[in-house]
């Protein structure tokens, strides 16, 4: 698996550059999540870090590579389009019953 050298801004990783397992498609992931434990023994704080261009080439525009910047509200994958076939509580089972041929 390949990994690249990215670098983190914002938050508690800033300046840092961890290495990062890519995606089949060459990318890191679109997020970037880091459980922190609590020194007190109490719930883990999640750090997460969303993934943005580093830099444009001047001709065709291409990324040159990404960085991740934190985000401090952690809000994950509320800005993304919802689906009625990836809800997570959304039940596929028929009503009825089972032997019931009108449903």
Same mark, same amino acid.
Request: proline share 17%.
């Given at each position: ?7 983190? !801004?914002?938050?508690?990783?800033? =300046? ?5 397992? %890519? =995606?089949?498609?060459?990318? +890191? ?8 434990? $609590? ?7 999640? %750090? ?11 001709? %065709?525009?291409?990324?040159?590579? @990404? ?5 401090? !509200? ?6 993304? +389009?919802? @689906?009625? @076939? ?13 032997? $019931?041929?009108?449903?």
């Amino acid at each position: 698996m390949k990994s690249q050298d990215t670098p983190f !801004e914002g938050g508690p990783m800033d =300046g840092r550059v961890l290495p990062v397992l %890519l =995606g089949p498609t060459g990318h +890191p992931p679109k997020t970037y999540r880091i459980p922190v434990p $609590d020194a007190a023994g109490g719930p883990s704080t999640v %750090l997460v870090y969303r993934r943005t261009p580093r830099g444009h080439t001047r001709r %065709l525009g291409l990324v040159r590579g @990404w960085k991740y910047v934190h985000d401090p !509200e952690g809000l994950g994958a509320a800005d993304r +389009p919802r @689906w009625p @076939w990836s809800r997570p509580g959304r039940d596929n089972t028929p009503h009825g019953k089972p032997d $019931d041929p009108t449903g």
